[in-house]
């Protein structure tokens, strides 16, 4: 009996502990993995919504940009980092989804390893290419690549990526085809595009547009059912001439499995008091974005979202026969 009382008083020690520490919290600066180069979608993501979330907080938000392989290290990281809350994975539908189907030695699994936060915005992307390529609207760029099939380069953020998705959604709706270039992250492959290194990309619009919208490169058309309204002059695929193109690139936030669920809920009414923020939803829709509602944030709407997108892209990915051992 007197070893029962004990065993109960050390548990309510320790759940007195946990949820004092959860009450604390944060009392320091938080850091958001970006799984890619700066200057890309997802460090874009990352730093419009983490400045939110900081203000929201009381603390600084960190971005660490650990890059290479398609974002595996950034995720691995966070899914070994102690459950405090204070190391948070920022992805999309390419890391958090399509590397858990193509990369077989992961040495963390994305659905049981990882907390879901809140699910953050989603946009189309962008068919764009160097301003060198001489092709007037998306018949001609196919055309252009099937009659240049050596010739043309594309960059994409390595195998699984959004970009790579991108590419793959490209290749087999218009049945054209150009080498694929990685890179690690397309904020420095937007650059080589620009200056012609590589003539292609297929890109989330929160990337390619700013530099559409400069003259640098030049858009065809985006991957969505409908026009945005942040770019209301570039036609849909399927008004281009290639239905079944269609590809969004969603976001979320994640922390390590075992977090505290009032931590966990504290990051998550942060993350929605910074998508219901006007200032911050203009930036976003201004870059084509589509932002999520609160509902659609709640941490268990979006496990539910993540766990859905695994079973929606298994097929897919592998008829696309994409795999890495
Ligand atoms: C990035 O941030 O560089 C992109 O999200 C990469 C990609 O997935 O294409």
Redesign the pocket.
Known sequence: MQRRLILLATTATVAFAGSAFAQAYPNKAITIV????AG??????ARIVGEHMGKELGQQIIIDNTTGA??TIAVGKVARAAPDGYTISIG?I??HVANGLIYKNLNYDLLTDLAPIARLPSNPMLVATSNQVPAKDLKELVAYLNHNPDKVSGG???MG??????ALAFFTATKAKYQLVP?????P?VQDLIANQIQIMV??SS?SLPHVRAGKIKAYAVTAVARSPAMPDIPTAAEAGYPGMEVA?WHGLWAPKGTPPEIVARLNAAAIATLTNAEVRRRLEDLGQDLPTPEQMAPAAFAAFHRAEFVKWKPIIEAANVKIE
């Open positions: 970006v799984p890619f180069a890309g979608p997802t460090d874009l993501m398609a974002g999309h390419g890391t994409t953020a390595g990526s959004g970009s790579h998705l991108g890179y690690r992250g397309t904020g492959a890109d989330q990337n690139i």
